[in-house]
């Protein structure tokens, strides 16, 4: 079930790439696995994930050292990460996506220090919905957050994220992600520097994300089936 997931989710942003004018390669399907079993995990491995995400800390401690002999997998924060739980995450992620304040530079660099952590990769999360259960730095404060994270040479930023309201139709999602991307487009000319990597777009709604040039594409029910509450 999980390879004919893959499978058709791959054909799905091959066509959107198409339609864009872009290169399917460029995009990355992450695994977005929270509430998954690892052997749930190990049935994406199998079909051809090497991207995969967790939402809280206290769930990826208990899974992903169950999974270290993926060989050649990745993981990425995905979810709102507390200052307290770097200690763990810094170990855990290779990738936290959920940048969203100076404070956590502040503790990523202090926890990274202690454990010998030399880089830790980054995507600064922006919060372009109005609800209040999303996180994120505000478009306003992008420029801030961005200056004072790239001061430090072992926090490489690799680009942007977000995370948009749930809207039945695909369509009406798609500001946010031309938002994300003109936001990107805005850094790197002030920045002088490329920003990669654009993480956007979920289960029913990542081709529109694609088209709008998402790298990484987010992907859980689409992929695994109704989650596992």
């Given at each position: 079930m999980v390879r004919e997931n893959y499978e058709k989710i791959m054909e799905e942003i091959e066509k959107a790439c198409l339609r864009a004018g872009r290169k399917p390669e460029e995009v990355k399907l992450l695994a977005?696995?929270?509430?998954?079993?690892?052997?749930?995990?190990?049935?994406?491995?199998?079909?051809?994930?090497?991207?995969?995400?967790?939402?809280?800390?206290?769930?990826?401690?208990?899974?992903?050292?169950?999974?270290?002999?993926?060989?050649?997998?990745?993981?990425?924060?995905?979810?709102?990460?507390?200052?307290?739980?770097v200690k763990y995450a810094v170990e855990l992620f290779n990738c936290i996506e959920t940048l969203d304040r100076k404070?956590?530079?502040?503790?990523?660099?202090?926890?990274?220090?202690r454990k010998g952590i030399e880089r830790m990769d980054l995507l600064?999360?922006?919060?372009?919905?109005?609800?209040?259960?999303?996180?994120?730095?505000?478009?306003?404060k992008v420029e801030e957050l961005l200056s004072y994270t790239l001061q430090f040479p072992n926090l490489n930023v690799l680009g942007f994220m977000t995370v948009p309201p749930y809207l039945e139709n695909p369509e009406e999602v798609r500001p946010y992600f031309r938002e994300l991307r003109q936001i990107r487009d805005k850094m790197e000319d002030i920045f002088g520097r490329r920003f990669l990597e654009l993480s956007m777009g979920m289960s029913h709604d990542f081709p529109v994300a694609v088209e709008e040039g998402a790298t990484i594409v987010r992907i859980g029910t689409a992929l695994f089936g109704p989650r596992n509450y």
């Open positions: 977005a696995t929270k509430t998954r079993t690892p052997d749930e995990i190990r049935e994406a491995y199998r079909a051809g994930v090497r991207l995969f995400g967790e939402n809280r800390v206290q769930e990826a401690r208990e899974k992903i050292p169950q999974l270290k002999d993926l060989e050649g997998a990745q993981w990425h924060m995905i979810g709102h990460l507390q200052t307290n739980k404070e956590l530079v502040d503790e990523l660099l202090k926890r990274m220090e600064v999360e922006v919060k372009l919905s109005p609800e209040e259960s999303k996180h994120g730095c505000l478009p306003e």
